[in-house]
């Protein structure tokens, strides 16, 4: 291993714990907006509901991969704002979102009024939208079987 590479490993080691920190203190957020602003999140397509920390900090690391360099630490600033926002139902990729506000230079984002005012100006469309339905809806799916009902809740957690 040559020095380049062993600097690299040194450094992910040291800031591998508050990573892996930042990643469960967005657990919580992401299955708030989810369950009750029925707001799904994902990181550049890799959805990140009902995940472990790990498995968030993999979907970084497949965006980092596809060369959009993007830690937790840009989006849990993202997830924490869109939780004190009054959102509607939306799909979201808060991956794709930091990677826009880190994009602006430090005039924009000033003239954006940081973080909250660049989300009020992306999210528009779902500020203040209701819910989709008001009440759940129980659904009997006949003839499916233990298999089906299984494909079943996948196909609707895809399609939201």
């Known amino acids: 291993m040559n020095d380049q590479n062993s600097k690299q490993l040194d450094t992910e080691l040291r800031d591998w714990p508050e990573l892996e920190s930042t990643a469960e203190q967005m657990v919580p957020l992401i299955g708030s907006l989810y369950r009750e602003k029925a707001i799904i999140t994902s990181v550049f397509g890799r959805p ?9 900090l ?10 959009q360099a993007i830690s937790v630490l840009d989006t849990f600033p993202v997830l924490k704002a869109m939780s004190e926002m009054e959102l509607g ?3 979201v990729d808060v991956g794709k979102l930091a990677v826009m506000y880190g994009a602006l230079n430090v005039a924009q984002q000033n003239e ?6 660049f989300l009020d100006k992306q999210l528009l469309c779902a500020k203040g939208t209701p819910p989709v339905l008001e009440e759940p809806r129980d659904v ?4 499916f ?5 299984l494909l079943a809740r996948i196909l609707i ?3 939201g």
């Open 48 to 56: 990140i509901i009902n995940r472990s920390p790990i498995s968030i």
């Open 58 to 67: 993999k979907a970084h690391k497949v965006a980092r991969e596809m060369g």
């Open 89 to 91: 139902s939306a799909r």
């Open 112 to 117: 954006t009024g940081r973080l909250r005012g």
């Open 140 to 143: 009997v799916l006949y003839g």
């Open 145 to 149: 079987g233990r298999i089906g009902r």
């Open 157 to 159: 957690e895809k399609a």
